[in-house]
């Protein structure tokens, strides 16, 4: 953690020291209540579909023994709350595994249209049940990226995801998501000023309903969701956005978001350029 001296006029160097503990302090308690949260609403996400699962096994050892259609119908339900589960503890250790690594950055350069193409196709099937079109507009040129290639992919991939899923809008059956990158001479105040002149952006576009101002800022905390039980019933987990920040902190890199309800929702990612003579990261991309 960061620690901030902030000498007053007329502070004695006893005065100094006092202050300094003081935040030392607020800082720490902070991260201590952070993590509390964090742990009990990891295990109350996990405990909901356990719990679920407790029941159905409850019932299928006993009133439901011999009731074949019921336990049809049960096992069905088990399997998506046993999914479920799955995909928090995935994210989970996404989390964990980023931060470890959120002080090293990434070294290698990236082509950001290889990840995308290979991200839109692993989740081709995903937009296609929901009724959404994704359509890709690169540059040919676009310059290469210093990043790590499995992060950039999880970044896309969860970006789009989130598109598929919130970007068909209320009461229609079909959306229309667009991927578009370019370059800029000096990226948002949001990049860290090392990374950011000379960026490249890759913004994805939706048409869905879009979020409410006020919930904009809180969107990357772990387990923020603007409506609780869509996302659920969509298969969310409330991490996909925190994964994405943490990446992005790693990268030294940004994320904006401008929506507009009743308008949808475009999250661009500014990421810092790669030198021109930088040797290419080549292994076939892909989604982790
Ligand atoms: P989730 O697993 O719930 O989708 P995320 O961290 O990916 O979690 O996103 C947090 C919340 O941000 C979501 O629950 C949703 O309310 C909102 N959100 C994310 N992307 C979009 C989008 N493209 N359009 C509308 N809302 C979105």
Do not use: W
Not at 209 to 238: C, N
Request: glycine letters at 8%; a negative charge.
């Amino acid at each position: 953690f960061t620690l901030r001296v902030e000498p007053l006029p007329t502070a004695t160097a006893e005065g100094a020291v006092a202050m300094l503990m003081l935040h030392d302090i607020t800082t720490l308690v902070r991260m201590e209540q952070m993590r509390a949260d964090f742990v009990a609403n990891a295990s109350h996400e996990l405990r909901t579909p356990l719990s679920s699962l407790l029941g159905f096994i409850e019932t299928l050892r006993g009133p439901a023994h011999d009731d074949a259609e019921a336990r049809d119908r049960f096992l069905i339900i088990m399997q998506e709350q046993a999914q479920r589960m799955n995909r928090l503890i995935e994210d989970l250790l996404s989390l964990s595994r980023i931060e470890l690594m959120e002080h090293t950055p990434p070294t290698g350069a990236v082509r950001l249209e290889r990840v995308v193409s290979a991200v839109v196709g692993a989740l081709e099937p995903q937009a296609r049940a929901q009724g959404v079109t994704v359509e890709t507009a690169l540059p040919d040129d676009l310059p290469a990226v210093i990043g790590e290639r499995e992060e950039l992919a999880q970044v896309i991939q969860n970006l789009l995801a989130n598109a598929i899923k919130y970007g068909v809008p209320a009461g229609a059956s079909a959306g229309r998501v667009e991927i578009t990158a370019g370059t800029l001479r000096r990226g948002p105040v949001a990049m860290p000023q090392a990374t950011r002149a000379d960026c490249v952006f890759v913004a994805v576009r939706d048409h869905g309903d879009g979020i409410p101002k006020e919930h904009l800022p809180r969107l990357t905390e772990r387990f923020y969701r603007v409506d609780s039980a869509r996302s659920r019933q969509l298969g969310g987990t409330g991490l996909g956005l925190a994964i994405v920040k943490h990446i992005l902190n790693r990268h030294r890199a940004a994320m904006v978001v401008d929506s507009q309800v009743g308008g949808g929702t475009t999250f661009t990612v500014y990421l810092p350029r790669a030198a021109s003579g930088q040797q290419l990261d080549d292994d076939p991309p892909g989604p982790s």
